[in-house]
């Protein structure tokens, strides 16, 4: 009954831009923390961003200044806009919701983003 749903991945030039979207159902939206991570191949799962109910954002170093991650509660949905994407950035990217930090957390089954020319 919890599901949440990426879609927005693809192939991109170097430079280019995607925007991911993560559509969440069985859920309160507004009472979580909605976050997207990224795998590349042979690495561990990294935080990218997170968002809170009252819009507060934290973003990893590598991502700080070309992407944005942004949220619509009436739509259930959060997005991330990426910008200057380069070929490190490469990674399956996956949605993220928690309540809180002892509380239950959810994951999207992914969305393939490769930044190659």
């Known amino acids: 009954q919890v599901q949440l749903v990426e879609s927005g991945g693809g192939l991109v030039q170097p430079g280019g831009s995607l925007r991911l979207s993560c559509v969440a159902s069985?859920?309160?939206?507004?009472?979580?923390?909605m976050g997207w991570y990224r795998q590349a191949p042979g690495k561990q799962r990294d935080l990218v961003a997170t968002?809170?109910?009252?819009?507060?954002?934290q973003y990893a170093d590598s991502v700080k200044g070309r992407f944005t991650i942004s949220r619509d509660n009436a739509k259930n949905t959060v997005y991330l806009q990426m910008n200057g994407l380069a070929p490190e950035d490469t990674a399956v990217y996956y949605c993220?919701?928690?309540?809180?930090?002892?509380?239950?957390?959810?994951w999207g089954k992914g969305t393939l983003v490769t930044v190659s020319s």
């Open positions: 993220n919701a928690r309540r809180g930090l002892y509380g239950m957390t959810f």
């Open positions: 069985g859920i309160g939206f507004s009472m979580y923390v």
């Open positions: 968002i809170n109910a009252g819009g507060s954002t």
